[in-house]
């Protein structure tokens, strides 16, 4: 199944750092806008980045901007998305999605290719 592949959760402490990768596998992220969304346990997914073809990039305004940053390397086909001073209420489980075209949406019904996700727990 082709699918996007996210890396780098793990356990850390309040504060910490973290760089989430987001790669293609053998899905191309050439001319698409790719996001990341979260869910936690008991919660809905939400939005958290997006980043489109031309590197336009749009943030969840209450928890992401100013402390996530997403980035993409168009060459190696990779997506990533830098999550600074992080929080106990940032655990969850982080997904990474292929839009239908080169634009980002806060949707997810505008993402049509998911990854299995990759857990982030910020200890307190």
């Given amino acids: 199944q082709v699918q996007p592949v996210e890396s780098g959760g793990g356990l850390v402490q309040a504060g910490d750092s973290l760089r989430l990768s987001c790669a293609g596998s053998g899905l191309t992220f050439s001319h698409y806008a790719v996001g990341w969304f979260r869910q936690a346990p008991g919660k809905t997914r939400e939005f958290v980045a997006a980043i489109n073809w031309s590197n336009g990039t ?10 996530f940053t997403i980035s993409r390397d168009n060459a190696k086909n ?3 998305l830098q999550l600074n001073s992080l929080k106990p209420e940032d655990t969850a489980v982080y997904y990474c999605a292929r839009a239908r075209d080169y634009t980002w949406s806060l949707s997810s019904n505008h993402y049509d290719y998911w990854g299995q996700g990759t857990q982030v727990t910020v200890s307190s």
Avoid at 58 to 67: E, I, Q, T, V, W
Wanted: zero cysteines.
């Fill in 58 to 67: 749009a943030y969840d305004l209450d928890f992401a901007k100013g402390r």
């Fill in 78 to 80: 990779l997506v990533y």
